[in-house]
């Protein structure tokens, strides 16, 4: 089981990590779906990690970190926005 965790732990870090690291590059957008889902993804990860070990402040930080990545995901935009309109505010 440790070896499992472990594997968790590393995945949810290193896609956590992957999305930070896009961003910085300016390759993905912070509400871009792409950069969400990974940071989705491995926040949940490390949720589950962070429930097995029993840490309560590392799952506050991960299950927070997962619901905000959800949030976003639920509100990103499935479309690009509409060009402005010449005469429209």
Known sequence: MNILVQTLSIAGAG???LGFFCL??????????????VNLIGALL???????DRRVGF????????????????????APAPAHQPGQP
């Open 15 to 17: 896609l956590i990590l």
């Open 24 to 37: 910085q590059r300016g390759w993905w957008k912070s509400h871009g779906r792409l950069y969400l889902w």
């Open 46 to 52: 490390l949720t589950v990690v962070a429930v097995h």
């Open 59 to 78: 799952i506050a930080l991960e299950a927070t970190w997962t619901l905000m990545s959800l949030w976003g995901l639920v509100r990103a935009p499935n």
